[in-house]
């Protein structure tokens, strides 16, 4: 078993880790893709416990005062599915299988991400060809406690096991028959024993599919945030809770009062303790008239409907912008500001928000009210479910966002193999790795073209990455890697070990960025002075303005692959010849080389210059600098 502790980084690695650890070469080792359909659910040999919930007290309160009344008691799980632990895992595996769609992209929890309250941080979603939805998709938290049994925001779906399969069905969502679905579905190998446990059989049908995503859907319930408890400690809603700021209950107390008595009055809508709405869709004034999206109107038929939706839980609301139905606010504060004084005079808009003579409700509250509100809504935030395995994506889907590459001290860069013991080169494994939290439990192994497969060295594994050195005597061509957690294969994928030009950097290193690095300052007393003007970055982490004649600026430049002998290393800046005062390994990073090139004083004032790096008189793809 391998074992691992973090190497210290100084605090310019840990700025850009994820620039760093995989910097482009004009010719890497290759990339890393996994289709959907190669990757397997990780999943505990025993299942998770999804069914035996400890409640707070609050969720059960019949007839309490308002803004409480017993969750528990409106729960919609029908007779014909109720929860079980296999019946979920069966759901939490289909609800992020990217095989459920038409190309293998898209799954459920793409649009609905955990860490974002199981809402999209976008405004709309893509779909499996690229397309844009026309409505935000919604947060999951407590959809168990919706009264109306009733799915999307115009409320189409009867229950939740009618709105599982019909994104799947979408053209723009999954797109996906039924047909297509179940043979998709009774075609992967994993499903066998996951449909037998939560339904008896193997058997693959769309109801039964539908019923396990719908259980899926059903256990996420947000009831462990610094609201609840709060609410633990007092006997009424409306008490100052003791674990509260003061910010944070003004902002309660405004949530709860009506406004004749200076309050919002939130509390209307987002009623009971799921702050769930109990009285159908609604429309709150986002437009004067609503042509633009006739809302539950649509499927209703009924005009007074007209630009009105359903919406979701409060639950978990701080972490699901944009907001509305269409995505058109950015931030919390733009909706409450929306409240205060934007809401429009629909025809149809709700009486609720209509004040004095039926004109739209203006709360007119002030900045630090504003501000209180906000606060409060940031209580109902369950970190727990946000970070708990239960919910999380079970496929280790691991993508190489690049490959890092390496010059042999003595080889030809052209027929470079892997290295030379010295030289070795790394790559990053990068995608939802909830469970890569203890590097002992995780392997690495490549094989080779040959057929030797041999462990890779980790020197870096957290839940979302996990970077490794390719054996040194791996030999050119196609390899396969696979990664193994606590002894099971969790994921497998291609990886292809090239030749090597002495290009050491790409303009555009990762695809995205340039190649990290920043400058140093060296005062009169031979001290370095590391000025956040050199540290300031936009792109790839180099400096953004180089001011030589400040004094001697060396420019220190990280990466792979740069360690070719002092000697062999020349570099322009502008033109202007400039020394590498360094050229080795990077004495804290394990894996990772630095040159350092000392900027002539004369390129002050030059404006944007290219840094040309030579290996053995190759010259790498040059790299802007700003003077």
Request: hydrophobic fraction near 40%.
């Amino acid at each position: 078993m391998l074992t691992f502790q973090p190497l210290p980084r100084p605090q310019f690695l840990r700025r850009c880790r994820d620039r760093f650890t995989y910097l482009g070469i004009a010719v890497a080792l290759g990339s890393l893709t996994l289709a959907a359909q190669n990757a397997v659910p990780a999943l505990p040999s025993t299942p998770y416990n999804y069914t035996i919930i400890q409640y707070p007290a609050h969720f059960a309160l019949p007839g309490a005062p308002p803004g409480t009344g017993s969750v528990v008691l409106i729960d919609d799980t029908p007779a014909t599915n109720p929860n079980t632990d296999a019946g979920t895992t069966l759901g939490r595996v289909l609800f992020y299988d990217k095989n459920l769609s038409k190309t293998q992209t898209v799954a459920c929890g793409s649009c609905h991400v955990q860490s974002h309250g199981f809402s999209d941080p976008n405004r709309f979603s893509t779909g499996f060809a690229g397309g844009k939805g026309t409505r935000h998709a919604p947060g999951l938290s407590n959809v168990r406690f919706n009264p109306a049994g009733h799915a999307f925001w115009d409320e189409r779906a009867g229950s939740l096991e009618i709105q599982a399969l019909l994104p799947i069905q979408d053209a723009v969502e999954m797109g996906l028959t039924l047909t297509e679905l179940v043979q998709r579905v009774g075609s992967l190998s994993y499903y066998p024993a996951l449909f037998q446990a939560a339904f008896g059989d193997t058997s693959v049908t769309s109801d039964r599919i539908a019923k396990a995503i719908a259980q899926f859907d059903r256990s996420i319930i947000s009831y462990q945030s610094k609201y609840d408890v709060g609410r633990a400690q007092v006997t009424d809603p409306g008490i100052p809770f003791p674990n509260f700021t003061t910010q944070e209950n003004r902002g309660k107390q405004l949530f709860l009062t009506p406004p004749p008595q200076g309050g919002a009055n939130c509390i209307a809508c987002h009623r009971g303790e799921a702050f769930l709405n109990d009285q159908g869709p609604i429309n709150n004034g986002l437009n004067a008239s609503s042509t633009a999206d006739p809302g539950a109107s649509a499927i209703s038929g009924n005009a007074a409907q007209l630009g009105a939706f359903r919406f979701p839980s409060l639950r978990d609301i701080a972490m699901r912008a944009p907001y509305m139905h269409d995505g058109r606010f950015a931030t919390l504060e733009d909706v409450v500001d929306f409240y205060d004084h934007g809401v429009q005079n629909n025809p149809n808009l709700d009486q609720r928000l209509r004040g004095p003579g039926g004109t739209p409700l203006r709360l007119n509250l002030n900045q630090s009210d504003k501000a209180a509100l906000v606060a409060f809504l940031g209580t109902l935030t369950d970190t727990q479910l946000l970070s708990d395995p239960r919910f999380s994506d079970p496929f280790l889907a691991l993508l190489s966002k690049s490959a890092a590459s390496l010059v042999a001290g003595q080889a030809s860069p052209d027929s470079i193999v892997a290295g030379t013991g010295q030289n070795l080169a790394s790559t990053t494994l990068s995608g939802p790795l909830p469970l890569l939290t203890a590097l002992g439990g995780v392997q690495v192994l490549v094989k080779d073209s040959s057929g030797a497969e041999r462990a890779a060295a980790l020197y870096y594994v957290s839940p979302t990455q996990i970077n490794y050195v390719v054996p040194h005597d791996a030999a050119l061509g196609q390899a396969a890697v696979t990664v193994v957690l606590n002894g099971n294969i969790v994921s497998q994928g291609p990886l292809l070990i090239t030749g090597l030009s002495p290009a050491i950097f790409t303009a555009n290193g990762d695809g995205a960025g340039v190649p990290a690095a920043y400058a140093v300052s060296v005062d009169s007393a031979g001290q370095q002075v590391y000025s956040p003007t050199y540290r300031t970055s936009t792109q790839g982490y180099l400096p953004a303005s180089i001011n030589a004649a400040k004094g001697d600026v060396i420019l220190e430049l990280y990466g792979t692959g740069l360690r070719n002998g002092i000697g062999q290393i020349t570099a322009t800046i502008g033109g202007i010849p400039a020394t590498v005062v360094y050229a080795g390994a990077h004495s804290i990073y394990a894996g990772m080389d630095q040159i350092n090139v000392r900027v002539p004083a004369a390129c002050s004032g030059y404006g944007t210059q290219q840094l040309v790096l030579k290996v053995s008189g190759s010259s790498s793809n040059p790299v802007d600098l700003s003077f």
